[in-house]
Structure formats: structure tokens, C-alpha cells
């Protein structure tokens, strides 16, 4: 069993920046791929960063590759989403999810924390 747990959301300027954390608990942090999600108002919820168990490697939604950046520090049980130039768009519930799993799957992510607010203006 894991419990996740988002912070750092919050309402931020268009093009500004903001730094989502997740920290985990309950078993072995690094024996899991960690993902961060989102879920704007009206719609799905959708991937946004993956990042394997060591932090080796990575993937990210197209639109926001070269803005966000996922990391993870395995000696602290924390998960990061650094997210630059931040647009309206963006503006959603971010969600992270763990999995032994490395995929950007949502349904294959077995847990889930309750999800921070981002708002962006314009």
C-alpha cells in the first residue's frame, strides 16, 4: 500500500512557474514509476509526466515538453513536477499516481493522491 500526498499548487500568472511535490509513504518508494495527471473542468483526465523508478527515464505529454519537468528523490519518498511558462491551458487538478509499472497509462496506476489545484490566468 502506498499513500500519496500533492502539494504546491496554487494560482499563478500566465508564464509563470510553479513546483508540484508528491510524498509518498508505505512501501519501498523506488520500487515504483511515478506519474503526475491532470483533469481541467468538463474534461477527462489526462497523462502528463512519467518518470521510472530511478529516475533513468522520462516521458511528457507534447505540449508540455520543454516546460515541465518531472523528477524524483528517492531518499526523500517525493516526487517533483517543475512546471515553467505556464499557460491558462494548464489549468487543472494535478494528480500523482504510482505504479510498479512504468507506463503513462492512467488505468494501469494503481494509486492515487487526492490532487493539488493549479489556476493559471491570463
Known amino acids: 500500500q502506498v499513500q500519496l500526498v500533492e502539494s504546491g499548487g496554487g494560482l499563478v500568472q500566465a508564464g509563470g512557474s510553479l513546483r508540484l511535490s508528491c510524498a509518498a509513504s508505505g512501501r519501498t518508494f523506488s520500487s515504483y514509476a511515478m506519474g503526475w495527471f491532470r483533469q481541467a473542468p468538463g474534461k477527462e483526465r489526462e497523462f502528463v509526466a512519467a518518470i521510472s523508478w530511478s529516475g533513468g527515464s522520462t516521458t511528457y505529454k507534447n505540449s508540455v515538453k520543454g516546460r515541465f519537468t518531472i523528477s524524483r528523490d528517492n531518499a526523500k519518498n517525493t516526487v517533483y513536477l517543475q512546471m515553467n511558462s505556464l499557460k491558462p491551458e494548464d489549468t487543472a487538478v494535478y494528480y500523482c499516481?504510482?505504479?510498479?509499472?512504468?507506463?503513462?497509462?492512467?488505468?494501469?496506476?494503481?494509486?492515487w493522491g487526492q490532487g493539488t489545484q493549479v489556476t493559471v490566468s491570463s
Open positions: 499516481a504510482a505504479d510498479s509499472k512504468y507506463t503513462i497509462t492512467q488505468g494501469e496506476y494503481d494509486y
